[in-house]
């Protein structure tokens, strides 16, 4: 059976140290995909200079080549991001920009360099909007070349204009804890599905 590595990545608006409720849920994601043997990092988006743009590389100073270039060596992709006024963080779609490049970057068979790249999202926010939120980051996910398997999120959303943040809760809710464990086994599956059997291309390319 073949090994499986995996990269998130937190697009919380907060610094590191600072305590992050996303990076937390990623932990969580990256603690049962190592549970199945998946072998994982996380990096906080914010940490990095990842300057504005639609190529893979927006010259000196630019940190996205080498996020990029993480992305593109796991074989599976979390996307974490906080719910701000209703959609994902901006810096998440600061990554999705960034992605835009893939649509013009193919092999000599026509395929998205992320094509193979399996890809789920984790979800926070005290407000409505994980359903809203998840689809915005599936379809650009999906517009760039990732796969997304069935259920291939997990989320926690707080209780309207409530304080409360996932990262003060004393344990964490069933609901979301069977969310995670759903996404990761979707997620394996399907990564090892691809690993064994590539997306086909185009030989007149």
């Known amino acids: 059976m073949a090994n499986l590595s995996a990269f998130a990545l937190n697009c919380s608006l907060k610094p590191s140290p600072a305590s992050s409720s996303s990076e937390l849920l990623l932990r969580q994601v990256l603690d049962e995909l190592a549970r199945h043997g998946v072998?994982?990092?996380l990096e906080r988006l914010v940490d990095h200079n990842v300057k504005p743009g639609v190529t893979s590389d927006e010259g000196e100073g630019d940190?996205?080549?080498e996020l990029r270039k993480r992305i593109l060596a796991a074989d599976i992709f979390i996307l974490g991001a906080p719910i701000w006024i209703g959609h994902p963080s901006s810096l998440a779609q600061r990554v999705l920009?960034?992605?835009?490049?893939f649509l013009g970057e193919t092999d000599d068979m026509g395929r998205m360099v992320s094509y193979g790249t399996v890809a789920g999202v984790a979800i926070v926010g005290n407000e409505d909007g994980a359903h809203h939120v998840t689809a915005e980051l599936y379809q650009g996910l999906a517009d760039v070349g990732f796969t997304i398997p069935p259920n291939a999120v997990t989320y926690w959303v707080g209780g309207a204009m409530q304080k409360t943040d996932y990262n003060d809760l004393e344990e964490t809710p069933v609901e979301t804890d069977q969310a995670t464990k759903m996404m990761v086994r979707n997620i394996i599956h399907v990564a090892r599905l691809l690993k064994e059997n590539p997306y086909p291309g185009d030989p007149d390319e």
């Open 39 to 41: 072998s994982g990092s």
């Open 97 to 101: 920009e960034r992605m835009d490049a």
């Open 63 to 65: 940190d996205w080549p």
